[in-house]
């Protein structure tokens, strides 16, 4: 019994950490032009810390949603999803929908896709299942913290479309995630909407 509360008073810590985190460091990028300019080195620096801190005190990758593990059910699973946004986009393109030039190189592409989308995922959908399994708090808490803060670290843009939508796709990229904790599956999902809507200049 004391090694459980033990366990789940560390546990509570770093829950705090990551949550004042979570909340300071896009108020600190909206109000600072200069920490605007090396966001995406923030979202590193923060996705190292946070995975070191679990690891460092015994938190298995696959805890984190870091395995092999029902991988090919966790694509499975958002690829309804994933199409049913590719078409809508697409369709909105279509008909002249567009609400910015994009300007972004092919190597904001490629970070995007293999370092941007699959540390996003893991601070917003891994880090809040964790919690959730571990007890901290129910699964419709988490969902809500994580659907939220998600959300939330986009106010650095200042765009209340952006924050409404990325809302609600981090609802659903949550509850897939859930079903399989694994988070190839999400990642690719986050990778290929984000670089078609950015492409596109509607996201």
Do not use: C
């Not at 080195?41 to 593990?69: D, M, P, S």
């Not at 499975?76 to 910015?100: A, S, Y």
Request: no cysteine.
């Amino acid at each position: 019994m004391l090694h459980k509360n033990n366990v789940k008073k560390k546990d509570i810590i770093r829950f705090i950490i990551i949550l004042l985190t979570y909340i300071l460091t896009p108020i600190l990028i909206l109000l600072n032009p200069l920490f605007f300019k090396y966001k995406f080195l923030f979202l590193v620096i923060i996705g190292i810390l946070i995975y070191l801190t679990f690891r460092l005190t015994g938190v298995t990758n696959a805890e984190l949603g870091i395995t092999k593990n029902k991988w090919k059910e966790s694509i499975k699973d958002i690829i309804p999803f994933t199409l049913l946004l590719i078409v809508i986009t697409i369709v909105l393109r279509t008909f002249g929908f567009q609400r910015f030039n994009p300007t972004e190189t092919i190597y904001f592409y490629l970070f995007y896709l293999f370092i941007s989308s699959p540390v996003q995922e893991f601070l917003y959908r891994s880090v809040f299942k964790y919690f959730e399994t571990k007890k901290l708090f129910s699964p419709v808490v988490a969902l809500i913290l994580s659907s939220v803060l998600y959300s939330f670290v986009h106010i650095i843009y200042k765009d209340i479309f952006l924050l409404l939508i990325t809302l609600v796709i981090g609802i659903i990229w949550y509850t897939v995630y859930g079903k399989t904790k694994n988070l190839l599956g999400v990642s690719i999902s986050h990778a290929v909407l984000g670089i078609l809507t950015i492409a596109l200049g509607i996201i």
